[in-house]
Nanobody, 117 residues
Framework: QVQLVESGGGLVQPGGSLRLSCAASGSILSINSMGWYRQAPGSERESVALISRGGSTGYADSVKGRFTVSIDNAKNTVYLQMNSLKPEDTAVYYC???????????WGQGTQVTVSS
């Protein structure tokens, strides 16, 4: 089993910053990629930022230039630095990790990010 523990969500004013963290633990043989997704009320879950173990990254168009994803392979931890936050960034943010040859996917419990004045 793999456990993901997220932290760093909260309430921030427009233009502000937050940093999310997600630490993976348990039966981790090999991480293929880690990333962040988000789901706003009434919307489907969408990909925000992904990073491979080797450091290749991908971002949703809506967050390019504002969000930065990074990974600490030694700690099996992924981070999401979110700058210039907008009200439309308000959502529950979920951490995801893909592990092993079977590319098994695991999800965190989600952390609320609210951008409001």
């Amino acid at each position: 089993q793999v456990q993901l523990v997220e932290s760093g969500g909260g309430l921030v004013q427009p233009g502000g910053s937050l940093r999310l963290s997600c630490a993976a633990s348990g039966s981790i043989l090999s991480i293929n990629s880690m990333g962040w997704y988000r789901q706003a009320p009434g919307s489907e879950r969408e990909s925000v930022a992904l990073i491979s173990r080797g450091g290749s990254t991908g971002y949703a168009d809506s967050v390019k230039g504002r969000f930065t994803v990074s990974i600490d392979n030694a700690k099996n931890t992924v981070y999401l630095q979110m700058n210039s936050l907008k009200p439309e960034d308000t959502a529950v943010y979920y951490c995801n990790v893909v592990i092993g040859r079977a590319y098994t996917s695991y999800w965190g419990q989600g952390t609320q990010v609210t951008v409001s004045s």
